[in-house]
């Protein structure tokens, strides 16, 4: 089912996003939130201090999840050795 319909049922959809600095060559960020368009717009007005070095941000990637504790799980694995890895290959 996809996320808006999920959403549109009442249900909580949580997205692994993974975001690109466009200011700063190289700077990438992993992240979980339930509303994706909101957590954006705070990454590039500043208010998180992984990322309001370099702003502006871009959305590369997101995954949407219906279960929180697997999105938060799938995030862990993002940020692990083998996850960097896999995200590198497949995902930026």
Do not use: C
């Not at 993974?18 to 590039?44: C, F, P």
């Not at 500043?46 to 959305?59: A, D, N, Q, Y």
């Amino acid at each position: 089912m996809p996320s808006e319909a999920l959403a549109k049922e009442g249900r909580l959809v949580w997205y692994v996003y993974l975001l690109e600095s466009e200011g700063s060559k190289g700077e990438r960020y992993v992240g979980i939130t339930s509303d994706l368009k909101r957590r954006l717009a705070e990454h590039n007005t500043g208010k998180s201090s992984h990322t309001s070095k370099f702003l502006p941000w871009r959305i590369v990637t997101y995954m949407a999840f219906s279960n929180q504790a697997r999105a938060a799980s799938f995030e862990r694995y993002l940020k692990s050795g083998s996850g960097h890895a896999f995200a590198n290959r497949r995902l930026w």
